[in-house]
T-cell receptor, first 108, second 114 residues
Framework: GIQVEQSPPDLILQEGANSTLRCNFSDSVNNLQWFHQNPWGQLINLFY???GTKQNGRLSATTVATERYSLLYISSSQTTDSGVYFCAVVIYGQNFVFGPGTRLSVLP | ETGVTQTPRHLVMGMTNKKSLKCEQH?????MYWYKQSAKKPLELMFV???????ENNSVPSRFSPECPNSSHLFLHLHTLQPEDSALYLC?????????????FGSGTRLTVV
């Protein structure tokens, strides 16, 4: 089946810093989504981005489907950005395959 | 709230107990999912329901028994669990299995088996 890798596995930032999280996947996909899991376990859908670039406030994401990767950018990070960021991909008709996640800690 | 509500939020149960987890969605979705998230492991898909019919069971032990009485409600019945079953159990829903747009998770039930 499709493999999903994320890097880095862990990231520690000072508040106000910028960061880039990467997701690589091993096959063509029909859908890619980024999720944020907060420290209380809640998973929030950040972006639905099978290709192209989207922005939402301090967050933006880019997927280059032909090269099988996606990037999540976090600018001017805040302590509330802490948690685990998951990339999940799906091939049409199948279920999501989640990556292992990047654990982000933003220090005040 | 995301539109997907899970109860209880926390559950401690003995290995001989029987308990149930509940998930309810108010989004008009037709697909519902159970996931297990153990410490330091990726999310594991357990069961998938599409229009109330189970479409996927990822080799889950029979001590976990799902029930989907309608498209808005999903249960996970638990009996004779093991300590390694302690984990965060997440419910999710989407428009349909073939349409992942609008994929929404609940807040999860943190289960501890003692």
């Amino acid at each position: 089946g499709i493999q999903v890798e994320q890097s880095p596995p862990d990231l520690i930032l000072q508040e106000g810093a910028n960061s880039t999280l990467r997701c690589n996947f091993s096959d063509s996909v029909n859908n890619l989504q980024w999720f944020h899991q907060n420290p209380w376990g809640q998973l929030i859908n950040l972006f639905y981005i099978p290709s192209g670039t989207k922005q939402n406030g301090r967050l933006s994401a880019t997927t280059v489907a032909t090269e099988r990767y996606s990037l999540l950018y976090i600018s001017s990070s805040q302590t509330t950005d802490s948690g685990v960021y998951f990339c999940a991909v799906v091939i049409y008709g199948q279920n999501f395959v989640f990556g292992p996640g990047t654990r982000l800690s933003v220090l005040p | 709230e995301t539109g997907v509500t899970q109860t209880p939020r926390h559950l401690v149960m003995g290995m001989t107990n029987k308990k149930s987890l509940k998930c309810e969605q108010h989004l008009g979705h037709n697909a519902m999912y159970w996931y297990k998230q153990s410490a330091k492991k990726p999310l594991e898909l357990m069961f998938v329901y599409n229009f109330k019919e189970q479409t996927e069971n990822n080799s889950v032990p029979s001590r976990f028994s799902p029930e989907c009485p309608n498209s808005s409600h999903l249960f996970l019945h638990l009996h004779t669990l093991q300590p390694e079953d302690s984990a965060l159990y997440l419910c999710a829903s989407s428009q349909e299995v073939q349409n992942n747009y609008g994929y929404t998770f609940g807040s999860g039930t943190r289960l501890t088996v003692v």
